[in-house]
């Protein structure tokens, strides 16, 4: 993570910016590990994004709109642009063009309980440290129910938001203020029983509307 950042501030220092393709070897698995966290981008069409360079396909592929759920899994969705179709710098602003309204339909976990008492009961780390959070203000994590969907955008845990405050997170490649996603993501995700996520943008608007109707 160090060199990760060395690397970007010594290449911003002589004026260029970076942007990460990345190989095989970085591509996005099942789970996201905290160096290709620091690796994704954001814009407000397209939330938390990531660029991949595929050789073998000739292909050239945004994932975007990612999201994580409470098991550590992350959901996104892929397009792929093969090599050669158009210029390659109109590809990379792809995330900042005028787009349709992407969104990603969600399915409820309905195990989610019995896997986070499993956590528990093996004495996982991670786990056992937000139980403790739960303790300290007279809860617990086994009595919360899960009858909807937990799924939120790459930083953000929904269980670890206490008294409407949202722990800061910050991403190395990322320069915009994220924590307004956030925070209406958080508004959206307590008034509404929502069966999908959608970009950055979405809920901004949502907010103004609401804004707007109680003036």
Request: hydrophobic share 40%; glycine share 4%.
């Amino acid at each position: 993570m160090k060199r990760l950042k060395e690397r970007k501030e010594n290449y911003q220092v002589h004026g260029f910016t970076v942007l990460w393709l990345m190989g095989e070897n970085l591509w996005l698995k099942d789970q996201i590990t905290n160096l290709v966290k620091n690796l994704v981008y954001f814009s407000e069409n397209r939330g938390f994004y990531y660029w991949e360079l595929d050789f073998k396909t000739q292909k050239l592929r945004l994932k975007s709109l990612i999201h994580e759920d409470l098991r550590g899994k992350i959901i996104y969705l892929q397009e792929e642009i093969p090599f050669g179709q158009g210029r390659l710098i109109e590809q990379l602003r792809l995330p900042f063009l005028s787009q349709k309204l992407l969104t990603i339909p969600l399915i409820v976990d309905l195990k989610l309980a019995e896997f986070i008492r499993r956590q528990l009961y093996y004495c996982s780390p991670k786990w056992l440290k937000l139980q403790e959070k739960y303790y300290q203000r007279g809860e617990n994590l086994l009595n919360l129910t899960f009858e909807r969907s937990f799924i939120a955008p790459l930083g953000l845990n929904l269980l670890e938001v206490f008294d409407d405050e949202i722990p800061l997170h910050k991403f190395t490649q990322i320069k915009q203020n994220i924590n307004l996603y956030y925070e209406n993501f958080l508004i959206n995700f307590q008034q509404n029983s929502f069966k999908a996520v959608y970009p950055p943008r979405f809920y901004a608007i949502m907010e103004k509307q609401e804004k707007d109707m109680n003036e």
